[in-house]
């Protein structure tokens, strides 16, 4: 239950809609509770049927747990339940149904891009936690326009897209602002970001994410990956700027008491475990 807590805040994002209070050993679908009565919630964003929505269910009949046409709706944790026509969400009950501030039944994949580098002093030499004695590490982090919490600059994956290219383009767009600059120029970070972005990786992470807009029958679901600037002289040195759904954007120290947003401590937890860094 401890990846469940965010998608049971009391207080649904973006509206005034308050969750059916759910204990913890009432969370899991196996758990008979006649009782619960979650509050039916679809945003009027959503209900406004946008490019990246489904419409409502019973005019629609998605193939779940496949990959329908160009919208992925398999899990990355296994065969979801259907009820009614409505996928159950594979982490239990969050005390709202429908599909709150989230566009599609089920699965809503999203990429997140943890890009890091050594924190270091004047003379480029790694600083050292005065506690845990480790290097420290930082990374790219936004503030998100929504909540005002710091996070991952992730987005979701567009259909058809490869998570790869997401990762890279949700980066560019939240914290180079690469939406704003021309698309001449806009080539010109690409190519500098790229090479970054063409390094394999770290996978650190890969399934549900406990974020505050998960429903009964709507939640999110990411591929966290680590791109590590070891030397300090690629991506260490694009300039940084706001854009998109983020307001600010700054190198952050990887550090366990740094409040984020959704289970985003949990992903850099895994980070600094596999580079022996600071947590
Ligand atoms: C989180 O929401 C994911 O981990 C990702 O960071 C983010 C994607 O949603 P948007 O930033 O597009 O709202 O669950
Ligand atoms: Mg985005
Ligand atoms: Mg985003």
Known sequence: ???????????????????FLVPDDKVGWSQNWPQYNPVSHTDPSVEKKPVWADPDIGSFSPKFNAVDGAVDRTSFEGSYKIEKGKPLNPHGRTGVTGRGLLGRWGPNHAADPIVTRWKVDAKQAKIFHSVSKRPILQFVSIKRKDCGEWAIPGGMVDPGEQVSLTLQREFS????NSLA???????????RISKLFKSPGFQVYKGCVDDPRNTDNAWMETVAVNFHDESGNSVSELP???GDDAGQVQWVDVDSSFPLYANHSHFLELVAKEKKAHW
Do not use: T
């Open 181 to 191: 600059v021309p698309s001449s120029e806009r080539a010109k970070i690409s190519e």
């Open 173 to 176: 767009e939240e914290a180079l």
């Open 1 to 19: 239950a401890a990846s469940h807590l965010k998608s049971r805040c009391p207080q649904y994002p973006g509206s005034k809609i308050k969750r």
């Open 240 to 242: 940084l700027q706001a």
